[in-house]
C-alpha cells in the first residue's frame, strides 16, 4: 500500500464520512426534481418538529406533575411510550429522504471501533431517536423543576435508559436485517408485523370492552401483566425514578444495576452482529438462489398445456395491453401479503368502530349516534387514503418491468388504463366487503348512504387517477416488497397525494355534512354524480396527455425504477 | 408503433417483472406483442425449453440467477419474432453454458435473416459473432464497416499486421482508431 502511512483515525473517519453525506445532498439540489423534493421534504421535517415539541411540552409537564405529586410509577408509562416510539418508528416510519447504507463503507479500511460508532452515530440521527431523546431531555428537566435535588439521578437514569434504547434499536435492526435477508422470510415478516401494527390498535378498544364487562377480570389481567413490565427496562428505569423520588437509593440503584445489565446484553449483541458484518458478511439474496445447472438439452419437446397459464382475463370494451396489464396487476397483488393486506385494512377499521364503547347506544353523542349509519362512508374514505399508496405511485414494484411497457408496441395510456383498471377492481372489492361485516355488525346501512358512498368512491377513485397517473410517471420511486428501510414515495408524491387527500375526502364530508342540514340525504347522490363527471373530464384529459408525459419522462423512470438497491 | 412490433431489445436492466413465472412473463410479452393466445404459449413452452429454463415453472424471476434472467430477457425478445435485435452486452454475467446457448439462438436467427445489434466490451466476442462493426468513442462514430474493411483501412494507413496469423486483431483495431494505445506508455510512479 504505497503512499499509505496509516488509517485515519475514528473521528476522521466519521467526519469524511459525515462530508460525503453532505456532499450527497448537496448534489441532489443540482436539478429541479431535487430542490422540489429537499423542500417537500422540509415541509414534512417542519410537520415532524411540530410533533417533537408538543411531545416534548406534554413530557416535560406530565413528568413534572408526576414528580411533583411524588406518582413515580406513572413515570414508567411515558418512559414505556418514548420507548415504544424509539423502537417502532425506525421500522414502521422511516425518512421520507434517501436511505444510507452505511455498511456499504465497509470497502474501505474501515476500523471495526469507526464502523461501530457509525452505527450509533446513524441511530442517534434517526428522526425517532432524535424525538425520543428529546422527549427524555423534557422529562429530565420537568422532574428537576420538580424536585431540584433530583435532577442528577434522574440525567443518569435517563441517561442510561437513552443509551439502552439507542444499543437495543441498533441491535434490532442489525438482526432483523439478519433475518430479513431472504425474500420469502422478508415478506412472511413484514405480513406478520403489519398484522401486529393492526392488532395493537385492538388493544385499547378490546380492553374497555372487557372493563366493561368484568372489572375484576381487568384489575386481575392488569396486575398480572404490571411485574412483568417492572422487569422491563422502561419499567425498570420507571422504577429508579419513583425509588429515587421516595430516597430510596439502594432501590433505585439496584434498578438502575438491572437497566445497565439490560443495556450491556444489547450492546453485546449489536457487536455480534455488526463483528459479523465488518468481517464481510453477504447475505445477499443471490448466493441462497442460485440455481441448479442443468445439462444442456439441444432438443425442443412439443408444447404442452402447461406452459399456459390459468389466470387469463379479456375485459370487454378496453384493449388486450390493458386486459393483459390487468392481468400482471392481479398476479402481483396475489403474490404480495402486504398489498393484500391493504385489501383489509378499511375492514379492521369497521371492526375497530365496532369493539368502540361508543356504540348505538350512546345517545346523547351527536356524533356516534349516527355510528351504524356513519361506519360506511367512514370506511369508504379510508379506502380513498389507501389508494393513494397505488395509484400515486403505480410503477413502485415495477423494477425492470419498466423498461419493456415503455420499448413494447403498446400505448402508454393502455398501460395506464389497465393499472386503473385494477385500482378500481381493488377498491370495489374493499368497498363490498366493508357493506358486508357492516351489515352483519350493525345490521344494513341505509340504501341512499350505500349508493352515496359508492358514488363517491367513484368520484374519488377517478380523480386519484387522474392525478396518480401523472405523479407515477413524473415522480416514480422504486419501493421492495417487504423491505421496510426504504425509500418511501418520493416527497412531491407524499404532498401532492395529502393535499389531493384533503381535498377529495374533505368534499365528500362537506356534501354528507350540507345533505345533513339541508335534511336532504338524496342530495348526496346529484352532487357525487357531478363530481363523478368532473374528475371523468380530468381523468380524461390526464389519460391523452400521459403517452407524452411518459415518453418525456422515461429517462426518469428507467433510472428511478431499474437502479440497483 | 408498428417499428417497436419488428423489434426485439434486451435492454441492460433486461426489462423483466420480477413477480412473475418465466411462463407467466413469455406469455404476457408474446401477447403484448399481438400473438394470440394459443401461439403465445407454444413459443413460450418452445423458448422455454430451448433457454433450459422449463424445469422450475414456479420459480418467480426475482429468484433467478444472472444468468437465467439473461437468458429469459432474451427469449421475451424474440418470441414475437423480430425483424431486428438490439442486444445490450448480451454476454455479461453469463456463465459459458448460458453463453453457448444464447450465441446458438442468435446465429440460428441471423441464418435465418435476422440483424442484430449487439454492444459489448469484450471485443472477442465482437471479432467471433459480428460480420460489421461500428465503433464509438466519446459518444461519436468514428468507424463503422466489415471486420475486413476495418483492418484494410487500417493496414493500408500504416503498412503494419500485428497478431500471429498475419490479422490485425479487434482490439489493435479499435485501439488504433480511438488511440488508446498511447494509454499503456504512461506510468503511474506511485504504483508498486
Not at chain 2, 441464418?111 to 464509438?136: D, K, Q
Request: glycine share 8%.
Amino acid at each position: 500500500m504505497a503512499g499509505i502511512n496509516q488509517i485515519p483515525g475514528v473521528g476522521q473517519q466519521i467526519r469524511l464520512v459525515g462530508r460525503l453525506r453532505w456532499m450527497l445532498f448537496k448534489n441532489s439540489l443540482r436539478n429541479v426534481k431535487g430542490r422540489l423534493e429537499a423542500v417537500t421534504s422540509g415541509i414534512l421535517w417542519l410537520m415532524m418538529a411540530g410533533i417533537v415539541v408538543g411531545g416534548s411540552v406534554f413530557f416535560g409537564i406530565t413528568a413534572y406533575f408526576f414528580a411533583r405529586e411524588g406518582h413515580g410509577l406513572r413515570l414508567a408509562l411515558l418512559l414505556w411510550i418514548i420507548s415504544l416510539f424509539w423502537q417502532i418508528y425506525p421500522i414502521f416510519a422511516a425518512t421520507v429522504g434517501a436511505q444510507f447504507d452505511f455498511s456499504n463503507l465497509l470497502r474501505f479500511p474501515l476500523r471495526f471501533a469507526s464502523f461501530f460508532a457509525l452505527s450509533l452515530v446513524y441511530g442517534l440521527f434517526d428522526p425517532g431517536a432524535v424525538a425520543s431523546c428529546f422527549w427524555l431531555f423534557c422529562m429530565c428537566i420537568g422532574i428537576g423543576i420538580a424536585r431540584p435535588a433530583m435532577l442528577p439521578w434522574t440525567f443518569i437514569v435517563l441517561f442510561a435508559f437513552a443509551a439502552m434504547n439507542l444499543f437495543f434499536a441498533r441491535m434490532l435492526l442489525a438482526w432483523i436485517e439478519k433475518w430479513l435477508a431472504r425474500r420469502r422470510s422478508r415478506e412472511i415478516l413484514g405480513f406478520i408485523f403489519i398484522l401486529m401494527i393492526l392488532a395493537i390498535q385492538f388493544i385499547g378498544p378490546v380492553i374497555e370492552h372487557f372493563q366493561n364487562r368484568n372489572a375484576q377480570l381487568h384489575a386481575s389481567w392488569l396486575l398480572t401483566l404490571l411485574p412483568i413490565a417492572n422487569a422491563l427496562p422502561p419499567g425498570l428505569a420507571g422504577r429508579a425514578l419513583q425509588f429515587g423520588l421516595a430516597a430510596n437509593f439502594a432501590y433505585a440503584g439496584q434498578s438502575l444495576l438491572f437497566l445497565a445489565l439490560y443495556t450491556a446484553a444489547f450492546f453485546w449483541l449489536l457487536g455480534v452482529r455488526l463483528v459479523a458484518q465488518y468481517r464481510g458478511e453477504n447475505l445477499s439474496e443471490t448466493s441462497a438462489a442460485a440455481p441448479a445447472r442443468t445439462a444442456p438439452s439441444p432438443r425442443v419437446s412439443p408444447p404442452s398445456a402447461a406452459a399456459a397459464p390459468a389466470l387469463s382475463f379479456e375485459i370487454p370494451g378496453v384493449s388486450r395491453a390493458s386486459s393483459l396489464i390487468f392481468e400482471k396487476e392481479v398476479r402481483y397483488a396475489m403474490r404480495s401479503g402486504i398489498m393484500l393486506l391493504n385489501l383489509f385494512i378499511p375492514l379492521f377499521i369497521v371492526l375497530l368502530l365496532a369493539f368502540s364503547p361508543h356504540k348505538p347506544t350512546h345517545a346523547n353523542d351527536a356524533f356516534f349516534r349516527h355510528v351504524p349509519q356513519m361506519i360506511f362512508p367512514i370506511a369508504i374514505a379510508y379506502t380513498l387514503l389507501i389508494q393513494t399508496n397505488w395509484a400515486f405511485n403505480s410503477f413502485a414494484f415495477e423494477s425492470t418491468g419498466i423498461q419493456f411497457l415503455l420499448i413494447s408496441p403498446v400505448p402508454f395510456r393502455d398501460v395506464m388504463l389497465g393499472k386503473n383498471l385494477f385500482l378500481g377492481l381493488m377498491s370495489l372489492t374493499e368497498a363490498l366487503l366493508v357493506w358486508i361485516l357492516v351489515t352483519f355488525l350493525f345490521g344494513p346501512p341505509p340504501l341512499l348512504i350505500v349508493v352515496a358512498s359508492f358514488l363517491g368512491l367513484l368520484y374519488g377513485t377517478i380523480a386519484n387517477c387522474a392525478l396518480g397517473n401523472a405523479l407515477s410517471v413524473c415522480y416514480p420511486r422504486r419501493l421492495e416488497f417487504g423491505v421496510f428501510r426504504q425509500k418511501k414515495q418520493a416527497g412531491m408524491t407524499v404532498f401532492f397525494g395529502l393535499i389531493t387527500q384533503v381535498i377529495l375526502i374533505g368534499l365528500g364530508t362537506l356534501v354528507f355534512i350540507l345533505a345533513r342540514l339541508l335534511h336532504r340525504p338524496a342530495l348526496t347522490i346529484p352532487v357525487f354524480l357531478v363530481f363523478a363527471l368532473l374528475a371523468l373530464v380530468g381523468y380524461r384529459f390526464s389519460l391523452a396527455r400521459i403517452d407524452r408525459l411518459a415518453m418525456s419522462h422515461r429517462e426518469t423512470l428507467t433510472a428511478e425504477l431499474c437502479r440497483q438497491e | 408503433m408498428e417499428v417497436k412490433s419488428n423489434i426485439g431489445v434486451v435492454p441492460e436492466g433486461l426489462a423483466l417483472f420480477g413477480r412473475l413465472t418465466a411462463s407467466e412473463y413469455l406469455n404476457f410479452v408474446g401477447r403484448m406483442y399481438g400473438l394470440d393466445r394459443a401461439t403465445a404459449a407454444q413459443r413460450t413452452q418452445e423458448l422455454l425449453e430451448f433457454m433450459q429454463l422449463a424445469d422450475r415453472p414456479k420459480t418467480l424471476i426475482t429468484d433467478y440467477s444472472h444468468g437465467m434472467q439473461k437468458k429469459l430477457a432474451m427469449a421475451a425478445a424474440v418470441i414475437h419474432g423480430p425483424k431486428i435485435l438490439f442486444l445490450d452486452e448480451p454476454f455479461e454475467g453469463v456463465d459459458a453454458i448460458a453463453a453457448t446457448t444464447l450465441k446458438a439462438m442468435l446465429q440460428r436467427m441471423i441464418a435465418r435473416g435476422a440483424t442484430i445489434f449487439l454492444t459489448s466490451h469484450v471485443l472477442e466476442i465482437v471479432e467471433r459473432l459480428c460480420s460489421h462493426v461500428a465503433i464509438i468513442s466519446k459518444g461519436q462514430l468514428v468507424a463503422q464497416g466489415s471486420l475486413e474493411e476495418l483492418r484494410a483501412g487500417i493496414e493500408a494507413r500504416q503498412g503494419v499486421t500485428a497478431s500471429g496469423d498475419g490479422k490485425l486483431t479487434l482490439e489493435q483495431i479499435f485501439l488504433d482508431i480511438v488511440g488508446g494505445s498511447r494509454e499503456t506508455d504512461r506510468e503511474l510512479t506511485w504504483l508498486g
